[in-house]
């Protein structure tokens, strides 16, 4: 890679790490709102600034200022090591996951075509299930090196539920790799411009309704957001595995939440909503509309700025959903929590795979293959 390749990559990657821990407050402020308005209550609305709380925007940064000064405990019978590590090893693998998430088209740099993600790898769809799975092991860490009883129970029904959850989420985006033919993001989000008799786009959630449903219920249980918040329950578990957790240490695992959730949002939106596809305008014609308007190279970025557009509002609803689901219905109980994920989810994507394959197979048939 030359000099230009690397400062485009590092240019990337910061990109996207900047909106994703600015998202971290943003989603905050949201949540507070959304959870004042769909149970009729208060939101925030003490904290301000010479008199003004800027709709509870203020409160973002109060909680900033408090997480940096409040007491940063370790409790003298935990393990200091994986300790301090666990909130590390949380929040990592929730940034490197969006690595291979596309958020617009490519770009022309000069006479260099550049790719809208950080990592263009033609096994996108088995690092995200390689790295996402990797945050379980903050969660048991935390729950383990905190020798608090409350927060090793809440560690061990985390990886329970992640490593179940895991099974159907990998199944159900197997339908999709088999009917596109490839496990790069890139390549699927390309795919889902097509038309479905010249007028229905054809994204994922047209071709695999059910996979779709089966990824976003899975996502849910992976990130730990009610209805399948097990991991945490605040009710039961004294918050579970992060009991033992103060200061930035805690906001840490908070921060690692959102960013999961952010990232959850995303892959739904790439591999089941058409990523940063236009609805109803493929690529080739907003791209010939861009550049008659400014030419080739300014209406690449004209264009990708408006797939990002395209994108961003895609990912604010699914965000707006978690919020929306969280504040809405109530938490399952444990066994049924595994009874959902082992005995309705997990058959449900194998018979979606299975009939994906046999329908292909009817095709290819068809077709002469």
């Not at 990559?9 to 989603?27: E, I, T, Y």
């Not at 200022?65 to 003298?76: A, H, I, R, S, T």
């Not at 990998?170 to 989000?189: K, N």
């Not at 444990?334 to 994906?356: E, I, S």
């Given at each position: 890679?030359?000099g ?60 900033v ?12 019978s ?82 329970a539920?992640?490593?179940s ?40 959630i ?58 959850g ?27 008659d ?19 961003s ?46 329908v292909?197979?009817?095709i290819?048939?068809?077709a002469?293959?």
């Open positions: 890679m030359d230009t390749g690397l400062a485009i990559s590092l240019a990337k990657a910061g990109f996207v790490a900047f909106l994703l821990l600015n998202a971290v407050p943003l989603l905050v402020w949201l949540e507070r709102r959304g959870a004042a308005f769909i149970q009729d209550r208060i939101g925030p609305n003490r904290t301000s600034i010479a008199g003004f709380a800027l709709a509870g925007l203020v409160q973002p940064l109060a909680d200022v408090k997480f940096m000064f409040k007491e940063d405990f370790v409790p003298p935990a393990n200091r090591t994986f300790y301090l590590l666990a909130p590390i090893i949380t929040l990592i693998p929730a940034l490197m996951t969006f690595a291979v998430v596309p958020f617009a088209d490519v770009v022309r740099i000069g006479e260099r075509l550049v790719q809208m993600q950080v990592a263009d790898l033609n096994v996108g769809i088995l690092y995200v299930f390689a790295i996402a799975s990797l945050g379980v092991y903050g969660v048991v860490l935390a729950g383990w090196a905190s020798n608090n009883k409350y927060s090793f129970l809440g560690s061990v029904r985390a990886s539920q992640m490593i959850y895991e099974l159907s989420m990998g199944l159900s985006v197997l339908g999709l790799v088999m009917v596109f033919g490839t496990l790069q993001l890139d390549d699927m989000v390309r795919a889902q411009g097509a038309r479905l008799f010249g007028v229905l786009p054809l994204w994922g047209v071709l695999q309704p059910l996979g779709f449903l089966l990824f976003v219920i899975s996502v849910f249980a992976e990130t730990n957001r009610l209805p399948f918040d097990l991991a945490e329950s605040e009710a039961e578990l004294v918050v579970g595995y992060h009991t033992e957790y103060s200061s930035m240490k805690f906001a840490t695992f908070f921060m690692a939440e959102y960013i999961a959730m952010t990232t949002a995303a892959l739904i939106v790439s591999l089941f909503l058409g990523g940063w596809q236009v609805p109803f305008v493929s690529s080739e014609t907003l791209n010939g509309w861009t550049a308007l400014l030419g080739p190279g300014a209406g690449s970025w004209l264009a990708a700025l408006i797939q990002f557009g395209s994108f509002a895609k990912l604010g609803f699914f965000l707006w959903l978690f919020i929306w689901v969280r504040w809405t219905l109530p938490r399952f109980r444990y066994d049924q929590l595994m009874r959902l994920g082992w005995k309705v989810m997990l058959p449900l994507a194998l018979a979606n795979l299975l009939v994906t394959a046999a292909l197979l009817v290819d048939g068809a002469g293959r």
